[in-house]
């Protein structure tokens, strides 16, 4: 079965600080999701990558889909507090599947 | 305006107790799902359901039955409550099957006594 590996599994940065959060797949990736999550809350999605080499982004959140589709990573450019949270990273396990698995997560914490 | 809406959001019950928990969605959506996430927050699929139709069901006890009344909402009542089964559970949909981006409820934590 896919496994989705995230790094590091935490991780704390002063304010305005760059940082970035990988996800790594076994498998190819045929849907790339990138998820936040505040405690006590449920899942904002982000972003959604598809295509090799594929790269969005939002305010100062950017993700990327590597050329082989198997490893995908998400910077934070001069990060916030409220930046601040789980990021979590899912993916479909097969082509066209509604089907997703998820890391483990990554705990975000931000600095004032 | 919340788009996918659970409750209750809190759940405290005794061991052995039959509960429910019910998710709506205001979206439009065809598809909806069920997830576990457990002390570890590891999150996993149980169930979905696309226009009332069962289309995943994972390995997971007999206890657990979704349903479907109409394709805004998916309720999951659980029976004969064990420990075990204390996690936080969310509902989300999606615009329909495939690849698509699902929406999370804010998930109703279950707690065993």
């Known amino acids: 079965s896919q496994e989705l590996e995230q790094s590091p599994q935490s991780l704390i940065v002063q304010e305005g600080k760059n940082l970035t959060i990988n996800c790594t797949s076994s498998?190819?990736?045929?849907?790339l999701y990138w998820y936040k999550q505040k405690y006590g809350e449920g899942l904002i999605f982000l972003m959604m990558?598809?295509?090799?080499?594929e790269e969005k982004s939002h305010e100062k959140i950017t993700a990327k889909l590597d050329e082989k589709k198997q490893q995908s990573s998400l910077h934070i450019t001069a990060s916030q507090p409220s930046h601040a949270g789980i990021y979590l990273c899912?993916?479909?396990?097969?082509?066209?599947?509604?089907?997703?698995?998820f890391g483990k997560g990554t705990k975000l914490t931000v600095n004032p | 305006d919340t788009a996918v809406s659970q409750t209750p959001k809190y759940l405290v019950t005794q061991m052995g107790n039959d509960k429910s928990i019910k998710c709506e969605q205001n979206?439009?959506?065809?598809?909806m799902y069920w997830y576990k996430q457990d002390s570890k927050k590891f999150l996993k699929i149980m169930f979905s359901?696309?226009?009332?139709?069962?289309?995943i069901n994972e390995t997971v006890p007999n206890r657990f039955s979704p349903k479907s009344p109409d394709k805004a909402h998916l309720n999951l009542h659980i029976n004969s409550l064990e420990l075990g089964d204390s996690a936080v559970y969310f509902c989300?949909?999606?615009?329909?099957?495939?690849?698509?981006?699902?929406?999370f409820g804010d998930g109703t934590r279950l707690s065993i006594l």
């Open positions: 498998k190819t990736l045929y849907g």
């Open positions: 979206l439009g959506h065809d598809t």
């Open positions: 899912g993916a479909s396990t097969q082509g066209g599947s509604e089907k997703l698995v």
């Open positions: 359901y696309n226009n009332k139709e069962l289309i």
């Open positions: 989300a949909s999606s615009r329909n099957r495939g690849n698509q981006p699902q929406h």
């Open positions: 990558l598809q295509k090799g080499g």
